[in-house]
């Protein structure tokens, strides 16, 4: 029997539309092997650009129904999304750039040298060459830059894979209009329209991690299905890598000297970032260790302020919104906890921002946990001593985060290094003097962290986020009529590469 796929309203909590059916495993089996018959036209890079750009110009062309869908079924309203329309048509455009300049194949030559000691050495040629079909999985906060038309399909395809995408339930209807715009684009320069598919349904999810022809996949969400994506990706008879984005905390350092001279400023700051988007970056600062004293308390009072005045919001579906309530109302009952503006549900639908604040001495592990929307815990602590125990029990995290005093940080031996270091050993980006929400598309960022964090090294964001879905080989002694034009001594399509070990 058809499972219906509704388009549900997060204002009204009323279905707006049946958008598909959920597919069944035969379903996911014809989606993946159609996908897979895309992977030799893929195999033009010159194509891929074409793709990539493309689809930026599609979703561009339809930005209006783009976001006015999206909105419908988010209710991240249309500044927000007019912005991150921008961002996924940018990212695209960047691939694209990515593909054209072809640095990310890392072509490698050693030439022969029958001199060589310890023994010869044969003639050694080395490049990276796509996985194969890539499942993504899309977010629920970000219906665009993380979704359908988001990075990990942007990496994956620039890397040469076809994409089959699990479109998340709280926005079919935007998920099925950008998946028709991709796929034309993809027509539009020559390519099959099965480059992009995709499935609804939870466990299409599970089936599609699970097919024999999926080579990895990428996923953005919860721990728990995250976790459990993973434990399958690594239990099939041939594993393969997940690169799955979880949870953090992305904790936050207000050193004394930073309290003393600005805590006015950070405490009204700490308020318009975890209060963004309704809490639900996966950047928002959820921890934040304050001093103890007077300055402390001037933060926590600017905060008090900032977040009483913010104004309520909705959250992304009920589901998420019942778990917040719940989970902030839980932390505030803990024993040692105050909530000086307490989380609150506005309406049916609406939620008020808060938090709460514990001594560093009664903090508890729940106060350790995500809690996903506008909460954050703010932690008071009186010595270097309590700072440091509270680092010790943090789990792995996407950002970390140190307001430092204009003294400290110009110091270089001094304790804010020391922080930093600390902080390092704790998260993939580190910040200084700012806030962790929002996260540049260049080529030096890093999205990404130790677990639960990720379940990998590697970035989801920025241009080295395609080196998930490659995997290097090298041909040795290899006859020049044989070898790919990439590794051709006379560098046919003029690519950045190393040579006996100088870079040209």
């Not at 388009?7 to 993946?32: C, F, I, L, N, Y």
């Not at 715009?181 to 598919?197: C, F, H, K, Q």
């Not at 508890?364 to 309590?386: H, I, K, N, Q």
């Not at 990720?454 to 964001?461: A, D, G, I, L, W």
Request: hydrophobic share 45%; aromatic share 4%.
């Amino acid at each position: 029997m058809a499972v219906p796929v509704w388009s549900v309203d997060p204002r009204t909590g009323k279905q707006r539309e049946q958008v598909a059916v959920e597919a069944t495993a035969e379903d996911v089996d014809a989606a993946v092997r159609a996908a897979a018959a895309a992977i030799p036209a893929l195999a033009d890079r010159s194509v891929r650009s074409r793709l990539l750009r493309a689809a930026a110009g599609a979703l561009e062309e339809s930005a209006a129904d783009v976001v006015a869908t999206a909105d419908a079924e988010t209710a991240l309203g249309a500044p927000r999304l007019t912005g991150e329309l921008a961002r996924t048509a940018y990212q695209l455009r960047a691939f694209a750039d990515v593909v054209d300049e072809g640095a990310f194949l890392d072509v490698i030559i050693d030439h022969a040298d029958p001199a060589a000691q310890p023994i010869p050495r044969p003639d050694l040629r080395r490049m990276k060459i796509p996985l194969g079909v890539v499942a993504v999985y899309a977010a629920s906060n970000f219906p665009l830059a993380f979704s359908v038309p988001g990075g990990d399909t942007a990496s994956a395809l620039a890397a040469g894979c076809p994409v089959v995408v699990k479109a998340h339930p709280d926005h079919p209807a935007t998920s099925a209009l950008c998946a028709r715009l991709l796929r034309g684009a993809a027509e539009s320069v020559g390519l099959p329209a099965d480059t992009v598919v995709l499935l609804h349904g939870f466990q299409a999810g599970v089936e599609l991690v699970r097919h024999p022809a999926v080579a990895a996949a990428g996923f953005t969400g919860s721990v728990p299905g995250g976790r459990a994506l993973y434990d399958a990706a690594a239990a099939r008879p041939q594993p393969i890598p997940f690169y799955g984005e979880l949870g953090s905390l992305n904790p936050v350092v207000v050193t004394e000297a930073a309290a003393a001279e600005r805590a006015e400023q950070i405490g009204s700051g700490l308020a318009g970032s975890f209060t963004l988007g309704v809490g639900q970056f996966c950047t928002k600062p959820g921890l934040v260790l304050a001093p103890a004293g007077s300055d402390g308390d001037r933060l926590v009072a600017a905060l008090t302020g900032a977040a009483a005045s913010a104004a309520p919001g909705v959250l992304l579906d009920s589901r998420m919104r019942t778990n917040f309530l719940a989970g902030a109302a839980a932390r505030a009952a803990l024993p040692g906890v105050s909530a000086p503006v307490a989380p609150a549900g506005e309406g049916e639908t609406f939620v008020r921002p808060g938090f709460v604040t514990v001594p560093a001495a009664e903090l508890t592990d729940l106060l350790l946990e995500e809690c996903f929307g506008p909460l954050t815990v703010v932690v008071r602590y009186g010595s270097a001593a309590e700072l440091s125990a509270v680092l010790d029990r943090l789990p792995g995290n996407l950002t970390a985060t140190a307001h430092l005093g204009a003294a400290e940080a110009a110091e270089e031996d001094g304790p804010a290094a020391t922080l930093l270091t600390r902080l390092t050993a704790l998260a993939g980006r580190v910040l200084v003097n700012g806030w962790p929400t929002g996260v540049a598309v260049a080529p030096a960022q890093h999205h990404g962290g130790p677990y639960p964090a990720t379940t990998s090294t590697s970035t989801s964001v920025g241009a080295t986020a395609i080196d998930r879905w490659l995997r290097p080989v090298t041909y040795q002694d290899t006859p020049p009529a044989l070898l790919p034009p990439e590794l051709r001594e006379s560098n046919p399509l003029s690519l950045p590469r190393r040579v006996d070990g100088v870079r040209s």
